[in-house]
């Protein structure tokens, strides 16, 4: 079993920043693409940021030149750097994980974590 779990979420103004992290443990070989989607009230889910293995990342058009996803591959541990943030940036954010299992396996899982609330407000 994998345990992704955020912190850094809270309350900030309009035009401050955050940074999220979100950590994973357990049994695993290899975390494979890791991502940021958030939620907020009365929408679906959505995706902000991705990142692969290799350190390739892409982003919404929402936040880019504003967010900012990296990873530590020897803390097992994701990132969001989120700046200029903006008063529709108010969602739960959830950090995922594509987790491969054992080495030379195509074998792979899906993880979630339980997110963590961001609000931007005066």
């Known amino acids: 079993q994998v345990q992704l779990v955020e912190s850094g979420g809270g309350l900030v103004q309009p035009g401050g920043s955050l940074r999220l992290s979100c950590a994973a443990s357990g049994r695993f070989f290899k975390l494979n693409a890791m991502d940021w989607h958030r939620q907020a009230p009365g929408k679906q889910r959505e995706l902000v940021a991705t990142i692969s293995s290799g350190g390739s990342t892409d982003y919404a058009d929402s936040v880019k030149g504003r967010f900012t996803i990296s990873r530590d591959s020897a803390k097992n541990t994701v990132y969001l750097q989120m700046n200029s943030l903006k008063v529709e940036d108010t969602a739960v954010y959830y950090c995922?994980?594509?987790?491969?299992?054992?080495?030379?396996?195509?074998?792979?899982?899906?993880?979630w974590g339980q997110g963590t609330q961001v609000t931007v407000s005066s």
């Open positions: 995922y994980a594509d987790v491969q299992y054992l080495p030379n396996s195509g074998v792979t899982g899906s993880y």
